[in-house]
Nanobody, 123 residues
């Protein structure tokens, strides 16, 4: 069956870094756009970053542009989110998602979703 399993979340101080990973299985990973979303307490889930199936086209939310980098390794069926210069407002549950189209992924549609990993930025 399809699985997206996130890892790498945790507690980090402001200004610190984390690298999230999402391991995929059960579908043809290299044919799907992949993305990261986040949901803070009491707020809606929002798009953070996305990467096309080829890895050469990426999109970012304005709030993370220049601080976060999304990448993928199609040989390992894994997508990553490198998060630098973390801020308290980055605190959220981060979800990995897969969609057949990067443009629908960017607006929140996903064929498959992971269970999420908590990221907490606090001193």
């Amino acid at each position: 069956q399809v699985q997206l399993v996130e890892s790498g979340g945790g507690l980090v101080r402001p200004g610190g870094s984390l690298r999230l990973s999402c391991a995929a299985s059960g579908f043809t990973f290299s044919s799907y756009a992949m993305g990261w979303f986040r949901q803070a307490p009491g707020k809606e889930r929002v798009f953070v970053a996305g990467v096309a199936w080829s890895g050469d086209i990426t999109y970012y939310a304005n709030s993370v542009k220049g601080r976060f980098t999304i990448s993928r390794d199609n040989a390992k069926n894994t997508v990553y989110l490198q998060m630098n210069s973390l801020k308290p407002e980055d605190t959220a549950v981060y979800y990995c998602a897969a969609d057949h189209n990067i443009n629908t992924l960017r607006v929140g549609y996903g064929d498959y979703w992971g269970q999420g990993t908590q990221v907490t930025v606090s001193s």
